[in-house]
T-cell receptor, first 112, second 108 residues
Framework: GNSVTQMEGPVTLSEEAFLTINCTYT??????LFWYVQYPGEGLQLLLK?????DKGSNKGFEATYRKETTSFHLEKGSVQVSDSAVYFC???????????FGAGTQVVVTP | DTAVSQTPKYLVTQMGNDKSIKCEQN?????MYWYKQDSKKFLKIMFS???????INETVPNRFSPKSPDKAHLNLHINSLELGDSAVYFC???????FGPGTRLLVL
């Protein structure tokens, strides 16, 4: 079946540090892949997505590349800010109706 | 204008009660979803509607009944609430899934 595995948190970083959150998936076919961010007390927001192999999604300084050979979609940001503190979810689309399978989420804490 | 709104934002109730959560979207999307997020932040889809028709119905107790009176609304009714129903319930709409702010349900 389909599954998404994310690195466990919390990930604690200093401001301006480099952030990587690992995400690997298991799926049949070639699903679209997503990263969502959830700030404290809020709903999820789409951060970026990629729909086919080797696509790179990017937004707000975050990037992730769809790697079919390693079934991965790792999230990276070169220089984090305190405002990036949130929970980040990797997800894959499992059918044509938009059903999403989410990873367990990774909490990121950025300290000044 | 809020794109996806949910009411109420907080809901505290006793076991055995029946309650409803409402979702409204003004984005014109055909598809709407309900998700449940547990205390460990794990998210799981519950239902999806497309043009008022149910298209995804995950393994959810039949105490949960979604209703879509029109394309802009998807409500969730829960009968005989149990302690394990305590969670945050999110409505989402559209292909890339715009999420509402969530309804925090606490069953005592």
């Amino acid at each position: 079946g389909n599954s998404v595995t994310q690195m466990e948190g919390p990930v604690t970083l200093s401001e301006e540090a480099f952030l990587t959150i690992n995400c690997t998936y298991t799926a049949t076919g070639y699903p679209s892949l997503f990263w969502y961010v959830q700030y404290p007390g809020e709903g999820l927001q789409l951060l970026l997505k990629a729909t086919k192999a080797d696509d790179k999604g990017s937004n707000k300084g975050f990037e992730a590349t769809y790697r079919k050979e390693t079934t991965s979609f790792h999230l990276e940001k070169g220089s984090v800010q305190v405002s990036d503190s949130a929970v980040y979810f990797c997800a894959l689309e499992t059918d044509s109706w938009g059903k999403l399978q989410f990873g367990a989420g990774t909490q990121v804490v950025v300290t000044p | 204008d809020t794109a996806v709104s949910q009411t109420p934002k907080y809901l505290v109730t006793q076991m055995g009660n029946d309650k409803s959560i409402k979702c409204e979207q003004n984005l014109g999307h055909d598809t709407m979803y309900w998700y449940k997020q547990d205390s460990k932040k794990f998210l799981k889809i519950m239902f999806s509607y497309n043009n008022k028709e149910l298209i995804i119905n995950e393994t959810v107790p039949n105490r949960f009944s979604p209703k879509s009176p029109d394309k802009a609304h998807l409500n969730l009714h829960i009968n005989s609430l149990e302690l394990g129903d305590s969670a945050v319930y999110f409505c989402a709409t559209g292909e890339t899934q715009y999420f509402g702010p969530g309804t925090r349900l606490l069953v005592l």
